[in-house]
């Protein structure tokens, strides 16, 4: 599907909207008031929606690409949360779980963190 030539807004506001509905999970009439104090532009929910949807039409080429790349990587399953790890219990809270254990840079930031 093509892109439509004739947009509304310029990328960086579009970036922003989709920011602010995908990321943030805001819905479209908390979107265009946050639009209007910021910015103060008048835009419907209607110009909302569309930026949206042309913006996922842009990268739906890009999935299959990025799917492969993820399922390729040598670490997959990464898991960012804070748990129990010998850094979280040494009382400065760090924890790298996307670090291999042997990699010199998980050395040197458990060294950092027993400086603590």
Do not use: N
């Not at 209007?36 to 110009?47: A, K, N, P, R």
């Amino acid at each position: 599907m093509a892109l439509g030539q004739w947009r509304l807004i310029g990328p960086r506001l579009a970036g922003a909207i989709v920011f602010l509905a995908l990321r943030m999970r805001l819905p479209r009439a908390r979107i265009r008031e946050f639009i209007i104090e910021l910015f103060d532009l008048q835009l419907s929910t209607g110009v909302l929606d569309e930026t949206i949807r042309e913006a996922g039409r842009a990268v739906a080429p890009l999935e299959d690409e990025m799917v492969l790349d993820i399922e390729q990587a040598v670490l997959l399953h990464a898991d960012e949360t804070h748990g129990t790890s010998a850094a979280s219990r040494s009382g400065c809270g760090c924890s790298w779980p996307a670090i291999p254990p042997c990699s010199s840079s998980a050395r040197a930031a458990w060294k950092s963190c027993r400086m603590y």
